[in-house]
C-alpha cells in the first residue's frame, strides 16, 4: 500500500481481554515501530524493529504486552489480559533503513483501543 | 538512553507572530533530529529535519536550529496561521546502536485568529 496501515482503527475491549493490533508497513522498509498516545499526551516508544536482528523491547510497559514481526513484514501487537490504563492510541510506524540514521519515519493512522 | 525534553507544554500566538518550541537531548552521539506535527485525530507527520552536521536549516515558514555543543534544538515557525495549530513533537535518533527515534513529550500551539 502506498502508507503505513493499521488495524483495527477502534476496538473497544472489556477489561480482562486480549487484543491484537496489525501493522503493516509501507511495502520495504526494514525499520517497524509501535509507539502508545494516551489522550493529549506524549508518543511513547514500545518497541522497535529492525531487520532481522534483535527487536528493542525496552519501551513495553509489562510482560502483558508483547510483538511480533512475521517475515520482515507485518506486525502484531498483542495486549493480554488488558486493563483500563491500556487505553490509548497505538501508533505503528515504519522506515526504510534502520542502517541508516534520518530516515523519514512514517506513521499510521492508529488504532484507537478503549479498555471498559 | 536517549532522553528527550521539550518546553513549553503549551504555546498560545496571535496569527502572525512567531512561535518557538525547543528541545534538548542527552545522548551526544544522536546526530538526526525531525520535527512532527499532529493535528487534532490525525497521524503525526514529518515538517521538517535536520541532521548533526548543519546548524540551521530552513523551508518557508519553517526553520530548525542545533546547538551541539549544548544539546539543544529549537522550531521556529514565522507568521503563523491558523492552520498551523497542532501539536509539535521533536525527536532524536543516533546511528549507534538501535537507531531509534525517541520522542519529546509535544508542544500543543494553539494560533489565535
Known amino acids: 500500500g502506498a502508507g503505513v496501515s493499521q488495524s483495527p482503527s477502534n476496538k473497544v475491549t472489556e477489561k480482562g481481554k486480549d487484543v491484537e493490533l496489525r501493522c503493516d508497513p509501507i511495502?520495504?522498509?526494514?525499520?517497524l515501530y509501535w509507539y502508545r498516545q494516551s489522550l493529549g499526551q506524549g508518543l511513547e516508544f514500545l518497541i522497535y524493529f529492525q531487520g532481522n536482528s534483535a527487536p528493542d523491547k525496552s519501551g513495553l510497559p509489562s510482560d502483558r504486552f508483547s510483538a511480533e514481526r512475521t517475515g520482515g513484514s507485518v506486525s502484531t501487537l498483542t495486549i493480554q489480559r488488558t486493563q483500563q490504563e491500556d487505553s490509548a492510541v497505538y501508533l505503528c510506524?515504519?522506515?526504510?533503513?534502520?542502517?541508516?540514521?534520518?530516515?523519514?519515519?512514517?506513521f499510521g493512522e492508529g488504532s484507537w483501543l478503549t479498555v471498559v | 538512553g536517549e532522553n528527550v525534553e521539550q518546553h513549553p507544554s503549551t504555546l498560545s500566538v496571535q496569527e502572525g507572530d512567531s512561535a518557538v518550541i525547543k528541545c534538548t537531548y542527552s545522548d551526544s552521539a544522536s546526530n538526526y533530529f525531525p520535527w512532527y506535527k499532529q493535528e487534532l485525530g490525525k497521524r503525526p507527520q514529518l515538517i521538517i529535519d535536520?541532521?548533526?552536521?548543519?546548524g540551521e536549516k530552513k523551508d518557508q515558514r519553517i526553520a530548525v536550529t542545533l546547538n551541539k555543543t549544548a544539546k539543544h534544538f529549537s522550531l521556529h515557525i514565522t507568521e503563523t496561521q491558523p492552520e498551523d495549530s497542532a501539536v509539535y513533537f521533536c525527536a532524536a535518533s543516533s546511528n549507534t546502536g538501535a537507531n531509534n527515534l525517541f520522542f519529546g513529550t509535544g508542544t500543543r500551539l494553539t494560533v489565535i485568529p
Open positions: 510506524a515504519s522506515s526504510a533503513n534502520f542502517r541508516v540514521t534520518g530516515n523519514t519515519i512514517y
Open positions: 511495502s520495504g522498509h526494514t525499520a
Open positions: 535536520i541532521r548533526s552536521n548543519v
